[in-house]
């Protein structure tokens, strides 16, 4: 087991980061301010191992990547197991991978068994076990966290599939009921609106209709999600909030 250099600056020195699906977009971002501000930083991804591996040789001797598709317990259970062994402890889990894929809401026979089971099991039942292994070692730290990456599909009726809304509203009460349940760990959630990544690049639809509504005329960056991370990272007396990221939509929707 190696321990924390004990040789970084900033203000997450001595804190170590599980960021689950940060080979790319939100948890890419979140993965690489953490590790800039002193955190050693676990990247994972299900399936794209050179990016996360590379990500991980960028942040540097303090970084470990590690493949793991969570929505499989056991690998859920080696990618904490990795973790632990590396860093010898555990700070900050921030659960970013989800799956999902497009279905019309009006088409029921198109949301099929496989789509639908697909996204609670990763979005859902991976995050849950997940989290549910990593609470005692969050208990040991001064000051530990879960933050849940959802959406604002959570809060109203839409997104890519009504599984997805489904299954990211079940994370937002999972996020209350962890925090009603889990202190003093702090679990809290960040749900942004539509999001500029590599995965909606092409939804130029989209995006026009976001900055067309939402009062800042724009869709968010994962820099604006990093931001809101780090808030309820920051605020130590926060627990069991869904912070709403999205520009505004929603209060026009």
């Not at 955190?39 to 050179?50: L, Y």
């Amino acid at each position: 087991m190696s321990e924390l250099s004990g040789e970084s600056s900033g203000e997450f020195s001595n804190r170590v980061a599980l960021v689950t699906g940060s080979s790319s977009g939100i948890g890419e971002a979140i993965a690489r301010r953490l590790s800039a501000l002193g955190a050693s930083v676990v990247i994972n991804s299900a399936s794209s191992v050179e990016a996360g591996s590379r990500i991980a040789a960028e942040l540097g001797k303090d970084a470990l990547y590690v493949q793991a598709d969570i929505a499989d317990k056991a690998a859920g259970e080696r990618l904490l197991a990795a973790t632990l062994a590396r860093f010898g402890r555990l700070d900050i889990l921030v659960n970013n991978a989800g799956w999902t894929t497009v279905v019309p809401h009006q088409d029921l026979d198109g949301l099929t068994d496989e789509i639908f089971t697909k996204t609670f099991d990763v979005n859902v039942t991976g995050t849950w076990w997940l989290t549910k292994a990593a609470m005692p070692h969050l208990m040991q730290s001064d000051d530990g966290n879960v933050i849940n990456i959802t959406s604002i599909a959570g809060v109203r009726p839409v997104g890519s599939s009504i599984a997805y809304s489904m299954a990211k509203a079940a994370l937002n009460q999972m996020t209350r009921l962890l925090a009603k349940s889990c202190g003093p760990v702090r679990v809290n959630a960040v749900a942004p609106g539509l999001v500029e990544t590599p995965w909606t690049r092409d939804w130029q639809a989209q995006h026009e209709a976001v900055r067309a509504r939402a009062p800042l005329q724009r869709s968010a960056t994962p820099d604006d999600c990093v931001e809101a991370v780090l808030g309820l990272l920051r605020s130590r007396y926060a627990t069991g909030h869904v912070f709403v990221v999205d520009g505004g939509l929603t209060l026009a929707m």
